[in-house]
């Protein structure tokens, strides 16, 4: 085990609900490019985008970034990375979305720096506090974990229901970030669809039909996960608000 770790982002051009957005323009540069520098600004060994299009990978080397072009046809993202890792050497594969411009660099390391310290760790993934009234939304998934911070399930419906007079748990929001030991990304895209997979239309349940345990990593940091045209002016909006707060504090310094 060589403990190197690579950052690869799933770029797919050919998005349902907003077709190539990950070439939207965001603040001035496309939306991967965010994404891209975020990895880039991290402590993993090799950054790389999977696209599925020509265009994203013109686009990428343009900003002087890294990309490769994998099959059109795969299903999903992690098959993308998987793919595009095949000739890394890298035993730490950390899935990064390609429409989380605002992923904090802090969350990649912690991710990294969790698979490097703990070798029995085969995939890990983030949580964050949310309020319940937030996770009725069946597009932001919810997870609950044992004693020891494994996930043991992941679902578009609130969880735990609350009964009357039960005593609260904290609900946990799923942040689609990943890690994975090289040789189980590999196993997990060669396993077929599990059928809890394919009732919640949740990728992470195959892992878990299948044995592989995943670690819930807790984090206090936001992202904003751009889906819609609307998304993209909520972060647009977010960035300018950053920006502004760094000219500020620069000025205060000076």
């Known amino acids: 085990m ?67 072009m994998t099959s059109p046809d795969h299903p999903s993202g992690t098959d993308r990375i998987c793919e595009a890792a095949a000739d890394l050497d890298c035993d730490i594969i950390i899935n990064i979305q390609g429409d989380e411009p605002l992923i904090p660099v802090e969350v990649i390391n912690d991710l990294i720096v969790l698979m490097q310290s703990n070798p029995e760790i085969e995939m890990g993934t983030v949580g964050v506090p949310a309020e319940r009234d937030v996770l009725t939304d069946p597009n932001k998934v919810k997870v609950v974990v044992d004693n020891f911070d494994f996930a043991l399930y992941f679902s578009r419906s609130l969880i735990p229901f609350l009964r009357e007079d039960g005593i609260d748990y904290p609900a946990l929001l799923h942040w689609g970030i990943y890690s994975y030991r090289k040789e189980v990304l590999e196993n997990f895209v060669s396993l077929p669809e599990g059928r809890l997979e394919a009732c919640e239309k949740l990728e992470q349940l195959r892992a878990l039909e299948n044995g592989i345990k995943i670690y819930l990593m807790r984090s206090s940091l936001e992202s904003i996960g751009v ?10 909006q977010k960035l300018n608000e950053i920006n502004f707060a760094k000219e500020h504090e620069a000025k205060i310094i000076l």
């Open 2 to 68: 060589n403990n190197k770790a690579a950052a690869i982002i799933p770029a797919r051009f050919a998005s349902t609900r907003f077709p190539g957005k990950v070439l939207a323009e965001l603040c001035g540069k496309p939306m991967i490019q965010w994404v891209y520098e975020k990895a880039a600004a991290s402590v993993a060994d090799e950054v790389l985008i999977a696209a599925d299009d020509r265009q994203v990978v013109d686009a990428v080397e343009a900003f002087g970034g890294r990309a490769v």
């Open 227 to 236: 889906d819609t045209p609307e998304d993209l002016l909520v972060a647009e």
